[in-house]
Nanobody, 120 residues
Framework: QVQLVESGGGSVQAGGSLTLSCAGD????????LAWLRQVPGAEREVVAA??????STYYTDSVKGRFTISRDNAKMILQMNSLKPEDTAIYYC???????????????WGQGTQVTVSS
């Protein structure tokens, strides 16, 4: 069973930055495509950013392009979030690719999540 742990969330003002980290089962960080997802209460979870197993290719949802950067090494995955907006407020999860595409169902084994709150 894959176990992932997210950390780094917090409360910031609009325009601020946060760095999220995902750690866990070592084999995940050397062999699998990974992603960050987020969810607002009452809304569906969405894929924010994804990265291939070797870091060669990345994906970003349109609303975070130019502001968020996903990266990884053999031990963790990072989401650097700059120029944060109130609409970025959500619980953020890291997850492992279990299918194709960039819908929520393409990723699984997410952890407990970390709360990000951006105030205006």
């Amino acid at each position: 069973q894959v176990q992932l742990v997210e950390s780094g969330g917090g409360s910031v003002q609009a325009g601020g930055s946060l760095t999220l980290s995902c750690a866990g089962d070592g084999r995940v960080f050397t062999s699998y495509d990974l992603a960050w997802l987020r969810q607002v209460p009452g809304a569906e979870r969405e894929v924010v950013a994804a990265i291939t197993w070797n870091g060669a290719s990345t994906y970003y949802t349109d609303s975070v392009k130019g502001r968020f950067t996903i990266s990884r090494d053999n031990a963790k995955m990072i989401l650097q979030m700059n120029s944060l907006k109130p609409e970025d407020t959500a619980i953020y999860y890291c997850a492992v690719r279990v299918g194709s595409g960039y819908s929520t169902t393409a990723f699984g084994y997410w952890g407990q999540g970390t709360q990000v709150t951006v105030s205006s």
